[in-house]
């Protein structure tokens, strides 16, 4: 019996975590990302390639690429406290929500655009070059 009690809690553990850091994580249209966007202690992340970003990002953001093998090493070089919220987003909601999962398993509190930046064009978002 303490041998099963011990086997399903080890089994436990990592769902429970993962459950933990996908609560810190929140999807978020358009309207309500902008709003996330003005409130304090909220860094905007861009984790588009570099080309993509200096084809147009929303103004103020911090480009920082997923793809790139050392993307949780580049974003712990900008020293971001863990108290801030971290606004996440891409070119369709993909790569920023796969970055949410390891920016929350990081203790980051994390708001994914739905939709990405087309999504943000799309509503008449503006950009900057």
Same mark, same amino acid.
């Given at each position: ?18 459950? !933990?850091? #996908?609560? /810190? ?10 709003? *996330? ?10 984790? /588009? ?23 949780? #090493?580049?974003?712990?070089? !900008? ?6 919220? *971290? ?7 993909? /790569? ?24 943000? !064009? ?8």
């Amino acid at each position: 019996m303490r041998k099963f009690i011990l086997i399903l809690l080890t089994c436990m553990l990592p769902m429970a975590c993962m459950a !933990q850091g #996908e609560s /810190r994580i929140n999807s978020v249209a358009v309207g309500e990302f902008g709003a *996330v966007m003005k409130q304090k202690d909220v860094v905007l992340l861009d984790v /588009r390639t570099v080309k993509e970003y200096a084809d147009g990002h929303i103004a103020g953001a911090l480009n920082v690429v997923w793809l790139d093998k050392t993307f949780k #090493e580049d974003f712990e070089k !900008q020293k971001i406290k863990k108290n801030k919220t *971290v606004a996440v987003y891409c070119r369709s909601g993909k /790569r920023s929500m796969a970055a949410a999962k390891v920016l929350a398993g990081m203790g980051y509190q994390v708001v994914n655009l739905t939709g990405g930046i087309m999504a943000w !064009q799309k509503e008449g978002g503006k950009v900057e070059k």
